[in-house]
Each structure stands twice: as C-alpha cells, then as structure tokens.
C-alpha cells in the first residue's frame, strides 16, 4: 500500500504560481513513476506530468509545457508540481499518483483544489 497526500493548491490570478506537492507513505520502494492528473468540472480526469523515479525522466501533456515542472526528492519520498503562467483553463483538482507496477497508476491522493481567476 501507498498513501498518497496532496498540498499546495490555492486561489491564484492568471500569470501567476503554485508548487503542488505530493508526500508518499508506505511500500514506496516500489514506485516506478509518478504522476499529476487534474480533472476539471464536468470533464475528465486527464494527465498533466510524470516522472520516473528511477533517473528522474519526465513528460507531459502538451497543454502545460514549458509552464509546468515535475520534480522528485527521493529521500523525502515527494513529487513536486511547479505551475507557472497559470491560466484560467488550469482550475481542477489536482490528484497524485503513483505506479508500483510499472504499467498503471494504482494509488491516488485525495485531491487538491487549484483556481486560476482571470
């Protein structure tokens, strides 16, 4: 098992910041990648940015880059979600995750509210 817990999200206007981040617990010696998801009212959840934890490679949607970073401390066991240029259209709740099985996240967070206002 592997709980998940995220922070860090807010009310911020256009143009501006936030740094989600995401504190792992439990059997986390066996992540392979993790992950940030956001899902927005009335739509569905969709990916934003993954990291492998081994070598720390990362990819993301195309609607964040260049504006988002995904980042890992191994020793804290935490991912880390740098959002910049933020804009309207990036309001959701924001869900870590986790994959310990090399295929498919499995665990997930319980949310984290980010409002852009415009």
């Known amino acids: 098992q592997v709980q998940l817990v995220e922070s860090g999200g807010g009310l911020v206007q256009a143009g501006g910041s936030l740094r989600l981040s995401c504190a792992a617990s439990?059997?986390?010696?066996?992540?392979?990648?993790m992950g940030w998801f956001r899902q927005a009212p009335g739509k569905d959840r969709e990916f934003v940015a993954g990291?492998?934890?081994?070598?720390?490679?990362?990819y993301y949607a195309d609607s964040v880059k260049g504006r988002f970073t995904i980042s890992r401390d191994n020793a804290k066991s935490t991912v880390y979600l740098q959002m910049n240029s933020l804009k309207p259209e990036d309001t959701a709740v924001y869900y870590c995750?986790?994959?310990?099985?090399?295929?498919?996240?499995?665990?997930w967070g319980q949310g984290t509210q980010v409002t852009v206002s415009s």
């Open positions: 995750a986790a994959d310990v099985t090399g295929r498919q996240y499995v665990y």
């Open positions: 439990g059997r986390t010696f066996r992540t392979y990648r």
């Open positions: 990291i492998w934890w081994s070598g720390g490679t990362a």
